[in-house]
């Protein structure tokens, strides 16, 4: 044995904690979890952040996303038009 010892989740869930960032992709940079495609790591990380937030903040980022949805669509339809 070389007596290298790699980073247990202890260690791995405080860091994750001082990042603000889910466990789980700290668990999984340090070997502890298999990798996972990055569109859902930014999912997690995502949720992680929304889940911090109280009622209020929540809604008005649900307020902002379907905005730029619609935008998105309306720019869309302008173009095909």
């Given at each position: 044995?070389?007596?290298?010892?790699?980073?247990?989740?202890?260690?791995?869930?405080?860091?994750?904690?001082?990042?603000?960032?889910?466990?789980?992709?700290?668990?999984?940079a340090?070997?502890?979890?298999?990798?996972?495609?990055?569109?859902?790591?930014?999912?997690?990380?995502?949720?992680?952040?929304?889940?911090?937030?109280?009622?209020?903040?929540?809604?008005?980022?649900?307020?902002?996303?379907?905005?730029?949805?619609?935008?998105?669509?309306?720019?869309?339809?302008?173009?095909?038009?």
């Amino acid at each position: 044995m070389s007596g290298i010892r790699g980073v247990g989740f202890d260690t791995s869930r405080a860091v994750a904690e001082a990042l603000n960032v889910p466990p789980v992709i700290v668990f999984r940079a340090a070997g502890l979890l298999p990798p996972e495609a990055e569109d859902n790591q930014r999912q997690l990380h995502l949720w992680h952040l929304f889940s911090q937030l109280d009622e209020d903040d929540q809604e008005d980022i649900f307020v902002l996303i379907e905005a730029k949805i619609k935008r998105k669509q309306s720019k869309k339809n302008a173009k095909i038009k």
